[in-house]
């Protein structure tokens, strides 16, 4: 199981092929910096990743997109960008990656892993940044938002995957990826989880959210809220996943997997 692949299963274009290259100035030392913090988180997804394990509910709901010749517009917090970057890697995928000095280290990352990138952010280039992964859904690719980056709030989801669902017509799906190992970062905005080595992981993906293309304001916001729910509801149930009875775990696998 996987994100997904491109529709004609041809190997992805060139990363860089995505990018709006007009970045803002940066001083020599930022610049320096980049290339270096890039290739210490990148060494450590590639060294941590391949220890981990996953367990996957809900992933039908993506299937049924693809078999309805659409393609999906992933939304997913912050939080768990490292199990999901490793799951999804090599795909193709497009994902929403901001202008600023984080941005840059981190679309280098993702371009290794085999992600292409939309420069923008809810302060600079957003708009410009949906156009093209507009396109990218038209071409057959799936795309990507970390729903409440580049700096928070936490769990508050930002409107760009709705908006794009009403431009394109595709779907927004909704998911959560958790460990029962790791370390919280509490002092991040984010929460970051660091999953320890051999973590397993569980992932839950919600099922598809469509917004017709003539919504107006208030079915917008009516989509965006739900969004809000289920991302809300797949967080809540991956956090609490390694806790939970084998029979509450039964319950949950059975509703996800039917």
Request: aromatic residues 12%; hydrophobic residues 40%; proline residues 7%.
């Amino acid at each position: 199981m996987t994100l997904s692949s491109t529709a004609s299963g041809s190997p992805p274009e060139p990363p860089g092929a995505h990018y709006d290259t007009r970045l803002p100035d940066l001083p020599l030392f930022r610049r320096m910096q980049i290339p270096l913090i890039a290739a210490a988180v990148y060494g450590l997804i590639r060294a941590l990743g391949p220890t981990l394990r996953y367990d996957v509910h809900g992933w039908q709901n993506a299937e049924r997109v693809y078999a309805s010749g659409q393609r999906c517009i992933f939304a997913f917090w912050h939080r768990a960008i490292l199990p999901t970057v490793w799951w999804a890697r090599h795909r193709g995928i497009v994902v929403m990656n901001t202008t600023h000095f984080d941005g840059q280290w981190t679309r280098k990352v993702i371009e290794w892993l085999g992600y292409g990138t939309a420069q923008g952010s809810s302060t600079r280039g957003g708009l410009r940044g949906l156009a093209v992964m507009a396109e990218r859904l038209e071409q057959g690719r799936d795309v990507a938002f970390t729903i409440d980056g580049p700096r928070g709030p936490r769990y508050v989801a930002k409107p760009g995957p709705v908006m794009l669902a009403k431009r394109t017509g595709f779907p927004v799906v909704v998911f959560h990826a958790a460990v029962d190992r790791g370390k919280t970062f509490e002092r991040t905005w984010d929460h970051f989880l660091l999953p320890k080595p051999f973590a397993r992981a569980v992932m839950f993906y919600a099922p598809p959210i469509y917004v017709p293309k003539d919504a107006d304001s208030a079915t917008l916001e009516a989509k965006h809220a739900e969004m809000q729910r289920e991302l809300e509801r797949v967080r809540d149930l991956a956090e609490s996943w390694f806790s939970l009875s084998q029979e509450a775990r039964a319950r949950h696998q059975a509703q996800f997997d039917r």
